[in-house]
């Protein structure tokens, strides 16, 4: 089956730098790729996602990189703020899975 | 509109009990996930229904587990004879039509302790 990798496990980056957190994953028939927001207590909410026939998407400070040969992708938060502190787990799904296997998530901290 | 709707929200019972998880989905979705997440952890996939049936079932832990989905929308996960590491964050989630690039909405989770 999917197995999904993702670093770091904490990440900590002064207010308005860049964060950027990786995955990668095993199987190649994967084709869908989405990333989700924890907040402490509350659900998981997808913020971004991209599927296997593109290479980058973006949504205003968040973006997305896949590389399908290398099976990694990336999420990418320019000029963070206070309200970007979460957990952030990456995912995946395709290849005849049916469910999503998730990364072990990144706890992102916005130093003030 | 209203999301994915979960209860009880939270639940303690005693090692050895049986307890039922409800889980509501998006009115329309024809999909239907259950994850748990363990205390730090990530999601961990259990069971996923496309209407009424459950072509995978290959995530559940044991055979302690099971669930069942009726008219295609509310699903119960029932668990027997609960143990200690049951212990966990149940998650529900459903999607449109569940295709791979499907987007899948979480619920607010229930909150499983087993003393």
């Known amino acids: 089956g999917e197995n999904v990798e993702q670093h770091p496990s904490t990440l900590s980056v002064q207010e308005g730098d860049s964060a950027v957190i990786k995955c990668t994953y095993s199987?190649?028939?994967?084709?869908?790729f989405p990333w989700y927001k924890q907040e402490l207590g509350k659900r998981p909410q997808l913020i971004i996602d991209i599927r296997s026939n593109v290479g980058e998407k973006k949504d205003q400070r968040i973006a997305v990189t896949l590389n399908k040969t290398a099976k990694h992708f990336s999420l990418h938060i320019t000029e963070t703020q206070p309200e970007d502190s979460a957990v952030y787990f990456c995912?995946?799904?395709?290849?005849?899975?049916?469910?999503?296997?998730f990364g072990k998530g990144t706890h992102l901290i916005i130093q003030p | 509109g209203a999301g994915v709707s979960q209860s009880p929200s939270n639940k303690v019972t005693e090692k050895g009990k049986d307890v039922e998880l409800r889980c509501d989905p998006i009115?329309?979705?024809?999909?239907l996930y259950w994850y748990r997440q363990s205390l730090g952890q990530g999601l961990e996939f259990l069971i996923y229904?496309?209407?009424?049936?459950?072509?995978?079932k290959s995530g559940l832990p044991s055979d302690r587990f099971s669930a069942e989905r009726t008219g295609g929308s509310v699903s119960t996960l029932t668990i027997q004879r609960t143990q200690q590491e049951d212990s966990a964050v149940y998650l529900c989630?459903?999607?449109?039509?569940?295709?791979?690039?499907?987007?899948?909405?979480f619920g607010p989770g229930t909150r499983l302790t087993v003393l």
């Open positions: 199987d190649s028939a994967s084709n869908y």
């Open positions: 995912a995946a799904r395709g290849g005849g899975a049916d469910g999503l296997t």
């Open positions: 989630a459903s999607s449109l039509v569940g295709l791979a690039g499907d987007t899948q909405y």
């Open positions: 009115s329309g979705h024809t999909a």
């Open positions: 229904f496309q209407g009424n049936s459950a072509p995978d």
